[in-house]
């Protein structure tokens, strides 16, 4: 076993409006879909769907990284995987200690290239985008207590006046780009 996220805050309505929103900035067409894993704190894996259905070899990576991910590198939170645009993108999410999807990797590769490299050389790829995505939301925006919320856990977002920070944008073409 890996994370200790609590499992009524792994499967959300925020989750699943932020695994329909990674599908969305993919597609041209507006016609998404995907499949999707996560590990439960208990080992168990739970996987669902949006009109695409994984193959096997799919479901073996994006399972295999989940919970290596987990049990290696959960950061008190939890990782889950998203196939997309049939098969030929990998997306990592990491879930932060209250459910809430924070740092999205994007893999553009499909399940054999994701097989032409040992496991732990994605697990690394994971490891050092969420030290950057860590370094970035943490040090160098420095938000304060009253301009974070807990959105998985319906925690309504903080309506006092804020000063304007630059945000970290990503585009659908994968550049990241700071407004």
Sequence with gaps: MGHKLDDNVMVTEV???RLK???FNLT???QASWWCCAERSNGKLVEWEYGYKADLG???VAEQLVKTLNKEIHHDGAWVAQWLLNGTHLNVIWLDQDGDPQCPIEFNEDA???CEAPILHWVGQCEEAWHYWYEFMRRVLAPTPGQLFKKAMGQ???T???KQKPRLIRNPRGAITFH
């Design 58 to 60: 799919e479901k073996l």
């Design 15 to 17: 989750l699943q409006e």
């Design 160 to 162: 006092q006046a804020t």
């Design 156 to 158: 309504p977002k903080p």
């Design 112 to 114: 054999a290239g994701m």
């Design 21 to 23: 929103e990674e599908a």
């Design 28 to 30: 041209e067409d507006n």
